[in-house]
């Protein structure tokens, strides 16, 4: 029984450890569709019709992440807004949008 045990932790583990390298592969798309649009003005829609591809929503499901319009549409918003992922998942920038928020409320 404690083998069992064992083997199902080890594969869990191994599957955390999986969906996080997708989720990468994810977060490097967006940058690089950050880039895109910078440089050619055509983000949004490269990563729309990368999330749409095969290869996307293969990735987009390996990282845990439905691959849906809804989901397609929040990654077009996400690269039109110019932040790049390491920025916006950052401490400071969660902090300034947090204080920017209260003082929109206020």
């Known amino acids: 029984m404690k083998d069992f ?7 869990n583990e191994q599957g955390n450890r999986s969906r996080k390298l997708f989720a990468a592969v994810v977060l ?9 649009d910078k440089k050619y003005g055509n983000g949004p829609e490269q990563i729309a019709r ?6 996307g929503r293969e990735v987009l499901s390996c ?6 319009e809804r989901v397609v549409t929040g ?13 916006a998942l950052s401490r400071e920038e969660s902090e300034r949008r947090h204080a920017a928020e209260q003082a929109d409320a206020a």
Not at 50 to 55: C, G, K, T, V
Not at 63 to 68: E, M
């Open 50 to 55: 990368w999330a749409r591809s095969r290869d």
């Open 63 to 68: 990282a845990g992440i439905d691959p849906n």
């Open 75 to 87: 990654l077009m918003d996400f690269v039109s807004r110019g932040v790049r992922t390491s920025v």
């Open 28 to 36: 490097a798309a967006l940058d690089d569709a950050i880039a895109d």
């Open 5 to 11: 045990v064992d083997g199902t932790a080890f594969n």
